[in-house]
């Protein structure tokens, strides 16, 4: 009997571009290195896992999609690039085209209809794994979740679109051992608005920003990243860790009865959970362990790592 493919490994990891940029700033914090340890332990995990494909599940920032166009949910199906923004990686990334064409048809039979993408740009949402969790070399599949532009995907859409995420894995040709990465969160609240009711000058900028950008984002990068590193920091340190507690003891899918109240408990930035609840669909739901959790006020988020073994 010829042995089917398999989800071996869930990862769920935070990202930040300060990480790269600011490092300094906090290189004599022991919170700080216990995330970035925790990464390259979710990055040995996936080695000893024997994983031959990733899944990587994140969001777009306004650098690869645009409000143009932004579909709920994207597939990779051909080249996907890195922009390169704040020292993530720039350029084509390692995929595999012929996996992803057979997993956005399979979520289209299973009643998704996700975009496709023959040239997807990506930015940290999906880069940030590529550069600390993912062995190098290892192909990937980049799912691009919307996360920023609403309406969103609801979290129960999500979850389920995790469910399928995992038949299609089960059904994937040649026997691959397939890990999914969720990329973003916890707690954080970016001085972004919501495209439809901009309330500042700030906004007004980022928003044409949003809609000008394909192509061009760079024009406007030197702006929105004053606009950003200027924020406040907002972290939800409990519902954070009520995050971290449901992935352990097996109860993420009941998150998605949060609802709208998680962006009141945890910010806009919190709306990256939906990168986790599909991650953990793909595991079904399967307990996991958090590998840490750092709060960094000087990144502006929740930072975790956690497994799903």
Do not use: K
């Not at 024997?50 to 080249?79: C, K, Q, S, Y």
């Not at 020292?87 to 085209?97: M, N, Q, V």
């Not at 609801?154 to 995790?162: F, H, K, M, N, P």
């Not at 000008?212 to 030197?222: A, D, H, L």
């Amino acid at each position: 009997m010829t042995a089917a493919s398999e989800v071996v490994l869930g990862v769920g990891a935070s990202h930040t571009t300060l990480m790269n940029t600011r490092w300094d700033e906090v290189d004599g914090l022991r919170r700080a290195h216990d995330y970035r340890d925790a990464l390259a332990g979710a990055r040995q995990a996936i080695e000893r896992s024997g994983a031959d494909l990733a899944v990587v599940v994140g969001p777009n920032h306004f650098r690869g999609m645009w409000l143009d166009l932004m579909p709920a949910f994207t597939v990779g199906i051909g080249e996907v690039v890195g922009t390169g923004e704040h020292g993530t990686p720039a350029g084509p990334l390692t995929g595999d085209p012929t996996a992803a064409a057979y997993l956005l048809e399979a979520l289209m039979a299973a009643g998704f209809d996700p975009a496709l993408s023959a040239r997807l740009d990506v930015d940290h949402g999906i880069t940030h794994a590529v550069q600390h969790v993912l062995p190098a070399g290892l192909p990937l599949v980049a799912l691009v979740v919307n996360c920023g532009a609403p309406p969103l995907p609801s979290l129960e859409r999500c979850a389920r679109l995790g469910e399928a995420l995992r038949e299609a894995v089960h059904a994937l040709p040649g026997a691959r051992r397939v890990v999914v990465v969720g990329s973003g969160g916890l707690s954080h609240r970016l001085p972004f608005p919501d495209w439809r009711h901009p309330a500042s000058d700030d906004d007004e900028f980022l928003v044409r920003s949003w809609i000008e950008g394909r192509g061009r984002w760079e024009e406007f990068e030197t702006r929105r990243r004053r606009i950003v590193v200027e924020a406040r920091p907002d972290i939800n340190t409990e519902l954070d860790r009520s995050v971290l507690d449901h992935l352990e003891t097996g109860r993420c899918r009941d998150l998605v009865e949060l609802g709208d109240r998680l962006v009141e408990l945890g910010g806009n930035g919190a709306n990256e959970l939906r990168n986790w609840l599909v991650m953990a669909g793909a595991c079904g739901w399967a307990p996991g362990r958090a590998l840490c959790y750092s709060p960094m006020p000087e990144w502006l988020t929740g930072m975790a790592v956690a497994l799903v073994e």
